[in-house]
């Protein structure tokens, strides 16, 4: 998560923006509104992938025709205005060299080849290529969703970057019960923890720095 990280890791910055109980439904309503919109330019762009190169194409549930009628079916719930077109040839771009990458990494670290300047070079290039377009996309949605950004940044960050919408729907239903009292804000924190390692299979004792003990069970 490398926007995230960027803009978002750490501690909350308490701001002059009050999250109540009032308005808590309004950026869920965003989050779950910028979600489908980055899901699928994702799926969009992976069809597409499918269609240009069959031949990379391993699950036979992937005919031609499958993804033919399925590319359709997308691209008509949505209008391909230029915004959009762009928006995906960014993505593509994204795509292409994250494979560049994932290409010339072990080149770098190999002991003859790491030695020639210019995979380091390319490399360097190609990581100031892929943060620039990075934060093009994230001016993309944060011109969209303004008010989601600025007042929920980590929300806004851990969606952008393809957390699956289960664990933002938690997130908001533990926010709903720290603004009604039901929780208070450790609890909440050390449910979502307990969650996490239970989803993703973590380990037991992963989260023991920051959480707080005796609470939340």
Same mark, same amino acid.
């Given at each position: 998560?490398? #926007?995230?990280?960027?803009?978002?890791?750490?501690?909350?910055?308490?701001?002059?923006?009050?999250?109540?109980?009032?308005?808590?439904?309004?950026?869920?309503?965003?989050?779950?509104?910028?979600?489908?919109?980055?899901?699928?330019?994702?799926?969009?762009? =992976?069809?597409?992938?499918?269609?240009?190169?069959?031949?990379?194409?391993?699950?036979?549930?992937?005919?031609? *025709?499958?993804?033919?009628?399925?590319?359709?079916?997308? *691209?008509?719930?949505?209008?391909?205005?230029?915004?959009?077109?762009?928006?995906?040839?960014? #993505?593509?771009?994204?795509?292409?060299?994250?494979?560049?990458?994932?290409? /010339?990494?072990?080149?770098?670290?190999?002991?003859?080849?790491?030695?020639?300047?210019?995979?380091?070079?390319?490399?360097?290039?190609?990581?100031?290529?892929?943060?620039?377009?990075?934060?093009?996309?994230?001016?993309?949605?944060?011109?969209?969703?303004?008010?989601?950004?600025?007042?929920?940044?980590?929300?806004?960050?851990?969606?952008?970057?393809?957390?699956?919408?289960?664990?933002? =729907?938690?997130?908001?239903?533990?926010?709903?019960?720290? /603004?009604?009292?039901? /929780?208070?804000? *450790?609890?909440?924190?050390?449910?979502?923890?307990?969650?996490?390692?239970?989803?993703?299979?973590?380990?037991?004792?992963?989260?023991?720095?920051?959480?707080?003990?005796?609470?939340?069970?």
């Amino acid at each position: 998560m490398t #926007l995230y990280r960027k803009h978002a890791q750490g501690p909350t910055v308490k701001g002059e923006f009050t999250l109540t109980y009032e308005n808590v439904d309004k950026y869920h309503k965003q989050s779950q509104q910028m979600d489908e919109e980055v899901r699928w330019l994702k799926t969009v762009l =992976n069809l597409r992938k499918k269609r240009d190169h069959p031949d990379s194409v391993t699950d036979s549930l992937y005919t031609p *025709e499958y993804i033919s009628r399925r590319l359709a079916k997308l *691209e008509a719930q949505r209008p391909i205005t230029d915004d959009i077109a762009k928006h995906i040839a960014l #993505l593509e771009e994204l795509d292409q060299i994250e494979r560049d990458m994932s290409v /010339l990494r072990p080149l770098v670290f190999d002991k003859v080849e790491g030695q020639k300047v210019e995979h380091h070079e390319r490399l360097s290039d190609l990581t100031d290529r892929f943060t620039a377009l990075e934060e093009q996309q994230n001016d993309i949605y944060s011109s969209k969703y303004p008010e989601l950004k600025d007042h929920l940044p980590k929300i806004y960050y851990m969606i952008l970057e393809g957390v699956d919408i289960e664990t933002v =729907n938690s997130c908001f239903s533990k926010m709903k019960s720290v /603004l009604s009292g039901a /929780l208070s804000s *450790e609890e909440a924190a050390n449910r979502l923890m307990d969650e996490s390692q239970r989803k993703y299979n973590l380990p037991s004792t992963l989260y023991d720095p920051i959480r707080v003990k005796g609470k939340g069970k």
